[in-house]
């Protein structure tokens, strides 16, 4: 007994040790695989890094930069009203404008990505990222102009084309990469996409230092940045080819669909995919793009649907910016002088970014769901604790501490799992013929979220403090439950077998016949 007892155990450590080297083993062949890719076809990293500078970089830099010299912005306000009419105003009235503001970017992004489904299905991707550095340089220009011209109305208009910009790149720079991609890689060049989201609040950060460009002499060159980025990505942009998927399944263009994969891709084999897209272009009859409305009408596209509207909202609600807003208090708590927050807040930014680099190494051997559910459950889990803590604070004099670890900890779960997972999501689980409209849908809610959020958090933080942790909890526990038994397992899957997953995942389970029952016509008849 003794005997077979020892066996069964040595057989269970064998296996472990077999499946974790295993693991090991696809961690390694997979980041192998990706350094030989970039190796034989420079032009796949060269997509990556000037979609990104040009693309989500600009979105994560406009959404940080504002921080730092919004003092001297609302002083600007001031100044232009007693220059122009004479009047000082008031403290609210000043609010009020910076209110507008800040949000007027959501707008624009929300009103770009409205329209983005249509204007990446008729010009396509490339087409529309180059021609998409236009809003921004105009917004580059007269953010650099508006000190001089006495001017907050063009920071404003500035602003609103900082969001157009954001909202079409959010869309058109992951669909470009998804379909750049070879099919086993898409999952880590999805991530750059959430990576240069976190590059772009970082310089946004780090710039924003007084020592740098955000003093009062030098923050409209802070603002206007982003006139450098722009300008690289419109130089070098269109020396990369037409997304390969585009010039198949919309343009029926074959041959420049070949010529644009060997200039990717180099001289490797590319037939799978070429039969894969071939496969997708069959399903879709020459249909092309269908519409937001479509999207929602479909009956077989529903899950994948309800999966995207589950993922981003809570992407917005799941707290992160409640967190970050919290985190300056906790860091004053800790004993960190005045002064000092804006090195600590570069802290939140560089771990941030840190994360998402991680998740890019990790991604490729890690399924969605996995990350997704992960995600989730420890920011929940950090939740709890942080709210727990900070009640504390009063109480303890070292608990800060402990709030500052778990806030770098909840950044951690969001950038390592949710932001990078979630971003890509679209272009996954949906075939050529939906996925602009998935991502519109997807980009509106993210954009409306964040809207919402910026409105309405100051609100619930001045009425229930640092307890309004549990409303974003809520949304945390039951996103990371939704996605462990409603999302399916889609690592190394295209979009097609997604979709028969998502039908065997949610698809009642079929009756089988007794002996006594005949079925007509999907009726149950009875024999007597």
Not at 389 to 412: D, E, G, H, N, R
């Amino acid at each position: 007994m003794t005997g077979e007892v020892n066996d069964l155990a040595l057989r269970k450590h064998l296996t472990r040790t077999r499946d974790e080297s295993r693991d090991d083993s696809v961690k390694a062949s997979a980041m192998f695989r990706f350094v030989q890719v970039l190796l034989e076809c420079p032009l796949v990293f060269a997509a990556i890094f000037i979609c990104g500078i040009g693309g989500t970089f600009q979105y994560g830099f406009c959404v940080s930069s504002l921080t730092s010299p919004s003092a001297f912005i609302q002083e600007l306000v001031n100044i232009t009203s007693v220059h122009r009419y004479g009047v000082d105003l008031e403290q609210w009235q000043i609010s009020l404008i910076w209110s507008f503001t800040v949000s007027i970017f959501c707008v624009g992004g929300l009103l770009s990505a409205l329209l983005a489904n249509a204007l990446i299905s008729k010009y396509g991707r490339k087409k529309c990222l180059i021609l998409n550095n236009i809003p921004a340089l105009i917004g580059a220009v007269l953010m650099l102009s508006s000190k001089a011209a006495v001017s907050f109305e063009m920071i404003f208009v500035a602003r609103f084309l900082f969001g157009m910009n954001a909202g079409l790149s959010l869309i058109a720079h992951t669909i470009y990469l998804v379909e750049c991609a070879p099919k086993e890689l898409r999952g880590m060049v999805g991530c750059t996409v959430a990576s240069f989201v976190a590059l772009g609040k970082f310089c946004g950060q780090l710039l924003g230092i007084s020592e740098l460009l955000g003093s009062r002499e030098r923050w409209p060159w802070l603002l206007g940045f982003t006139v450098l980025t722009s300008l690289l990505q419109l130089l070098t942009l269109p020396l990369l080819p037409e997304s390969p998927g585009f010039l198949l399944l919309a343009r029926g263009d074959r041959e420049a669909c070949e010529r644009a994969l060997k200039r990717l891709w180099g001289d490797r084999d590319y037939s799978l995919e070429m039969e894969e897209m071939l496969k997708e272009k069959a399903v879709q009859q020459d249909v092309g793009s269908r519409t937001v409305l479509q999207l929602m009408r479909n009956r077989d596209m529903r899950w994948q649907l309800i999966s995207v509207l589950v993922t981003f909202t809570s992407l917005q609600l799941c707290g992160i910016n409640a967190v970050y807003f919290y985190s300056f208090e906790v860091f004053r708590q800790a004993g960190i002088h005045e002064e000092d927050l804006r090195y600590a807040a570069l802290g939140t930014g560089l771990c941030e970014l840190f994360s998402s680099v991680t998740l890019f190494f990790t991604v490729q051997s890690t399924d969605k769901k996995m990350l997704l559910f992960r995600g989730y459950m420890g920011m929940s889990v950090t939740l709890v604790l942080l709210t727990l803590s900070m009640y504390l604070q009063t109480f303890l004099k070292w608990m800060p501490y402990c709030s500052m670890v778990l806030i770098f900890a909840f950044i951690f779960f969001f950038a390592s799992g949710i932001s990078g997972a979630s971003t890509p999501l679209p272009g996954e689980l949906f075939t050529q013929e939906f996925r602009s409209a998935a991502f519109t849908v997807a980009t509106s809610i993210n954009w409306s979220g964040l809207f919402c959020v910026g409105m309405i958090f100051p609100i619930l933080a001045e009425q229930m403090d640092y307890f309004c942790f549990l409303i974003f909890l809520f949304f945390c526990a039951s996103t990371g439950l939704y996605v462990k038994f409603y999302l399916p397992d889609t690592k190394n899957l295209s979009p097609l077998e997604i979709a028969a997953e998502f039908k065997k995942l949610h698809s009642k389970p079929v009756k089988t016949l007794s002996k006594e029952q005949t079925c007509y016509n999907d009726k149950w008849e009875t024999k007597l």
